[in-house]
């Protein structure tokens, strides 16, 4: 099971931390990414971090901004989100994945969402 939290409303430029509990399996087991939805667009990859913590893989549109992180005492992923865009605006979701992947099909186990407002 995972629970997301930590969303929402900011100005550009601003900054957020979101948080993805990890519950009911191990935590370094798993691939943990990080994907966001819009309104009518498509579900799309954001960061995701190795079940070792050694890897992470970030969009482009996110590179140099956001920050994905672990902490294993905690089976916690965090998301450091800074410089915030009105783009960045959507339903943030944590997922997790037996495989190293940025596709949302390779993901089978998704937290509810929760919401990124940016405003200009």
């Known amino acids: 099971q995972l629970q997301a939290y930590g969303g929402g409303s900011v100005q550009a430029g601003g900054s957020l931390r979101l948080a993805c509990r990890v519950s009911?399996?191990?935590?370094?087991?798993?691939?943990v990414g990080w994907f966001r939805q819009a309104p009518g667009k498509e579900r799309e990859f954001v960061a995701a971090r190795s079940r070792s913590g050694s890897a992470t893989n970030y969009a482009d549109s996110v590179k140099g901004r956001f920050v994905i992180s672990g902490d294993n005492a905690e089976n916690t992923v965090h998301l450091q989100m800074s410089s915030l865009k009105p783009d960045d605006t959507g339903v943030y979701y944590c997922?997790?994945?037996?495989?190293?992947?940025?596709?949302?099909?390779?993901?089978?186990?998704w937290g509810q969402g929760t919401q990124v407002t940016v405003s200009s």
């Open positions: 997922a997790s994945s037996g495989v190293w992947s940025s596709q949302a099909t390779r993901y089978s186990v």
């Open positions: 009911g399996r191990t935590f370094n087991r798993y691939t």
